[in-house]
């Protein structure tokens, strides 16, 4: 083969065997105890039977495994592990044992300066990407990666963001910028409706969140009337508010919409 194929085929190599060693159990599984079966459980013995073995199966089939990836870790450990933090191939599979407990929201607001006259603000919804109260079908699933986009980036925003930096006087310079191209992006969509000599002169990002409810937990109409109401108010566009311009909210100021509560996460302003 020639040089260039060696090389490729030995960064195949190397980044096949990192996906490898990331995907080898850390730990053995150690076989369960189970529990009694009810007596009025129809054809228990064999499932039970059957549960057993597999049980002794996996921890088998487990403790080998794990000698292997320990033995990997001591030879190529650390680079792989560097490589796959790297490249993102270390991800978490939580999201399907583990699913988030609250309702997520995203708006963006602007000031806006308008020549010889009051400045005046806009707020839009921008996630996530489709209404809660209509069928959501094949469109969703693709909107679904910006929704997830957005979450990637927070997480990365909230890693980064030191606690000092949560204060009312933060400015721009003092947190990450993983939320910044979100802000300009819809930004620049929301300038370009703008008229002759308008300016966007402050952009903010409001992260709001709702718990769920938990199961059993009763429901307060009213306030999810409230909700419903706040969040139908976007669904015909950028909410504009000219007669009343609030002041410049503090750093992770808090609002409420029904039970939203919107944090202001990032800023910009020019």
């Known amino acids: 083969m020639t040089r260039p194929r060696w090389i490729v085929s030995a960064f195949i190599v190397w980044h096949l065997t990192c996906v490898v060693i990331a995907a080898l159990p850390t730990d053995t599984w150690q076989p369960r105890e189970t529990p009694a079966t009810p007596v009025w459980v129809a054809f228990a013995g064999p499932f039970n039977a059957l549960t057993r073995m597999m049980d002794g199966l996996t921890w088998a089939v487990t403790a080998p495994i794990v000698d292997f990836r320990r033995a990997l870790d001591k030879a190529v450990g650390t680079p792989a592990g560097w490589y796959v933090g790297m490249t993102g191939l270390a991800q978490s599979w ?25 400045p005046w603000m806009a707020t839009e919804l921008i996630g996530p990407s489709h ?16 929704d997830k986009a957005f979450e990637i980036a927070f997480d990365g925003f909230v890693k980064r963001r030191k606690a000092s930096a949560i204060e009312p006087g933060a400015r721009p310079e ?13 930004a620049r969509h929301f ?16 992260v709001g969140t709702v718990a ?7 429901v307060d109409a009213a306030v999810a009337i409230e ?24 750093y992770h100021g808090l609002e409420t919409e029904g039970d939203i509560e919107w944090l202001l996460e990032y800023y910009e302003q020019s």
């Open 212 to 218: 769920n409810k938990k199961p059993g937990e009763p």
């Open 94 to 118: 939580a999201m399907f044992s583990n699913p988030p407990q609250y309702d997520r929201y995203w708006r963006v607001r602007y000031y806006i300066e308008a020549p010889g006259g009051r």
């Open 131 to 146: 209404r809660e109260d209509q069928v959501r079908l094949f469109q969703s699933y693709r909107d679904s990666y910006r």
């Open 191 to 206: 300038a370009a409706r703008l008229r002759d000599g308008e300016r966007i002169i402050r952009t903010e990002i409001w």
């Open 227 to 250: 909700r419903r109401a706040a969040l139908l108010g976007y669904t015909e566009g950028p909410v504009e508010e000219r007669l009343s311009v609030r002041p410049y909210p503090p």
């Open 174 to 186: 003092d947190l990450p910028d993983d939320l910044a191209p979100i802000g300009r992006y819809f």
